[in-house]
């Protein structure tokens, strides 16, 4: 049986030494969920889930980074995962069209503050939780991602398994039935892009909290249905349509996926990145200025239109997902940050005169790409007659045109340091960047 394959490699993987860079990726990982958890602490839904969950805070062993506090496994996995996931900085596993970051992480952390694991064991289970979740996430695309929002479903067992890695090493029966366990509550569908809603980020904290509470069971001896995954009324028939499982144990052990991570480099629905990466292209290029734009045309895939397509955000969330916007936004200032998603911004009569001249098309040929590649072609038709174009076959920062360490540095920088202040952001990013020769505790996040 499939879980079998993965329960089995994931109990090795737990307490196996890792190569060099594979652990190396892993702290990038880290470095990159820290970096979009704490301006997530600021916003919607963490001040609501602060105050749903006050009678348990300053319980327990688990941190709320940037709330100064501490509370339970699972409800600690549940803000952090949904913090984390509330601005569009996380990482993506591009083939799988999943955030992997938000519930495998926050479900590690949890566990691993719990039991005061050290950080090599806590970098080991999130490694495990990447290779599982990611492998599954590829094999049920792209048909899953039509109704399922992949962060809130694969994040399930990405968090059980890093969960279980951590609660019970190298003990394959419990992986397998934490898995199996987690499987069954796997939810979030796609309807929750579509509105100003809070539930989108509360996908991936469901799926960190599913992953502690499915693992802490089964470290119990409660038991999950082991066929979960492939059979007849499984998690693939039911989420996806026409699986084949079969080469979903590909490279196991041997080829890592966490070293194939997306890191954002906007801060914004990543399926408008490659359009994004053309206009700042073409401003550059051609020294464009915003009045010199008569027209924008945007050929991209379908999936991006059908998520950010939104054609007049009125509120921050509506502008991460509006292709338009954020183009148009990239066009005027240079950048798509947080900054981006002001009041004022969202206004800017400069951006809202781009925007209405603005047009979207799917193009066949990148759809069917999806989601392996992520491009866009974007054309500028300017005031003086001239027609300018870039194609970006590729996002900054995806697998094949990476965000350095320097970079990702730089993007902890900018996201903690107004949260933490200098001094402890700068030591912050110092210990995780070690975190192989401590122990989780010493981080002090709380």
Same mark, same amino acid.
């Given at each position: 049986?499939?879980?079998? =394959?993965?329960?089995?490699?994931?109990?090795?993987?737990?307490?196996? *030494? &890792? !190569?060099?860079?594979?652990?190396?990726?892993? =702290?990038?990982?880290?470095?990159?969920? $820290?970096?979009?958890?704490? !301006?997530?602490?600021?916003?919607? !839904?963490?001040?609501?889930?602060?105050?749903?969950?006050?009678?348990?805070?300053?319980?327990?062993?688990?941190?709320?980074?940037?709330?100064?506090?501490?509370? $339970?496994?699972?409800?600690?996995?549940?803000?952090?995962?949904?913090?984390?996931?509330?601005v569009e900085f996380d990482d993506i596993f591009r083939d799988g069209a999943y955030h992997p970051g938000c519930p495998t992480i926050s479900a590690a952390l949890a566990i691993a503050e719990d039991l005061n694991a050290s950080g090599r064991d806590f970098l080991n289970a999130i +490694?495990?939780?990447?290779?599982?979740?990611? @492998?599954?996430?590829?094999?049920?695309?792209?048909?899953?991602? @039509?109704?399922?929002?992949?962060?809130?479903?694969?994040?399930?067992?990405?968090?059980?398994?890093?969960?279980?890695?951590? #609660?019970?090493?190298?003990?394959?029966?419990?992986?397998?039935?934490?898995? /199996?366990?987690?499987?069954?509550?796997?939810?979030?569908?796609? #309807?929750?892009?579509?509105?100003?809603?809070?539930? =989108?980020?509360?996908?991936?904290?469901?799926?960190?909290?599913?992953? +502690?509470?499915?693992?802490?069971?089964?470290?119990?001896?409660?038991?999950?249905?082991?066929?979960?995954?492939?059979? *007849?009324?499984?998690?693939?028939?039911?989420?996806?349509?026409?699986?084949?499982?079969?080469?979903?144990?590909?490279?196991?052990?041997?080829?890592?996926?966490?070293?194939?991570?997306?890191?954002?480099?906007?801060?914004?629905?990543?399926?408008? $990145? /490659?359009?994004i990466d053309a206009a700042l292209y073409l401003r550059a290029q051609h020294n464009i200025e915003p009045q010199d734009i008569q027209s924008i045309h945007v050929s991209t895939y379908q999936t991006a239109i059908n998520v950010a397509g939104i054609t007049n955000p009125a509120t !921050?969330?509506?502008?991460?997902?509006?292709?338009?916007?954020?183009?148009?936004?990239?066009?005027?200032?240079?950048?798509?940050?947080?900054?981006?998603?002001?009041?004022? @911004?969202? #206004?800017? &009569?400069?951006?809202?005169?781009?925007?209405?001249?603005?047009?979207?098309?799917?193009?066949?040929?990148?759809?069917?790409?999806?989601?392996?590649?992520?491009?866009?072609?974007?054309?500028?038709?300017?005031?003086?007659?001239?027609?300018?174009?870039?194609?970006?076959?590729?996002?900054?920062?995806?697998?094949?045109?990476?965000?350095?360490?320097?970079?990702?540095?730089?993007?902890?920088? %900018?996201?903690?340091?107004?949260?933490?202040?200098?001094? *402890? /952001?700068?030591?912050?990013? %110092? *210990?995780?960047?070690?975190?192989?020769?401590?122990?989780?505790?010493?981080? =002090?996040?709380?």
């Amino acid at each position: 049986m499939l879980l079998e =394959k993965l329960s089995q490699y994931g109990a090795s993987e737990a307490i196996d *030494q &890792k !190569p060099a860079e594979v652990m190396h990726h892993a =702290k990038r990982a880290v470095l990159d969920w $820290f970096s979009a958890l704490y !301006p997530g602490t600021h916003v919607a !839904p963490c001040n609501q889930l602060m105050k749903a969950y006050a009678q348990e805070l300053g319980l327990g062993h688990c941190s709320l980074p940037g709330n100064h506090t501490t509370t $339970f496994a699972a409800t600690a996995a549940w803000i952090n995962g949904s913090a984390s996931h509330a601005v569009e900085f996380d990482d993506i596993f591009r083939d799988g069209a999943y955030h992997p970051g938000c519930p495998t992480i926050s479900a590690a952390l949890a566990i691993a503050e719990d039991l005061n694991a050290s950080g090599r064991d806590f970098l080991n289970a999130i +490694v495990v939780g990447y290779e599982i979740s990611t @492998r599954i996430a590829a094999t049920i695309q792209p048909a899953h991602y @039509r109704f399922f929002h992949t962060t809130g479903t694969v994040g399930c067992l990405g968090a059980a398994a890093a969960a279980a890695a951590l #609660q019970a090493p190298g003990d394959a029966q419990v992986m397998a039935h934490a898995i /199996a366990t987690a499987a069954t509550f796997a939810s979030g569908l796609q #309807q929750a892009f579509r509105s100003d809603a809070m539930t =989108k980020a509360l996908h991936a904290g469901h799926a960190a909290a599913i992953g +502690v509470r499915a693992a802490q069971a089964a470290a119990a001896g409660v038991t999950g249905v082991t066929d979960i995954l492939e059979g *007849q009324a499984g998690l693939g028939a039911a989420l996806s349509e026409n699986v084949d499982w079969s080469h979903t144990t590909d490279g196991l052990g041997t080829h890592y996926n966490i070293t194939q991570i997306t890191q954002k480099n906007h801060g914004c629905c990543g399926h408008t $990145f /490659a359009a994004i990466d053309a206009a700042l292209y073409l401003r550059a290029q051609h020294n464009i200025e915003p009045q010199d734009i008569q027209s924008i045309h945007v050929s991209t895939y379908q999936t991006a239109i059908n998520v950010a397509g939104i054609t007049n955000p009125a509120t !921050p969330y509506e502008g991460k997902f509006s292709l338009a916007y954020v183009i148009a936004h990239a066009l005027v200032y240079g950048s798509v940050r947080l900054d981006a998603f002001e009041p004022d @911004r969202l #206004q800017d &009569k400069t951006i809202r005169t781009l925007m209405a001249n603005t047009t979207l098309e799917a193009d066949p040929e990148i759809s069917a790409r999806f989601p392996k590649q992520r491009a866009a072609n974007l054309v500028l038709t300017l005031k003086d007659g001239r027609e300018v174009a870039f194609f970006a076959p590729t996002r900054k920062g995806d697998p094949d045109a990476p965000l350095s360490d320097a970079e990702l540095n730089d993007k902890f920088d %900018e996201l903690v340091r107004p949260v933490l202040g200098l001094e *402890q /952001a700068d030591l912050l990013r %110092e *210990q995780i960047w070690a975190l192989d020769t401590m122990r989780i505790r010493d981080l =002090k996040l709380a």
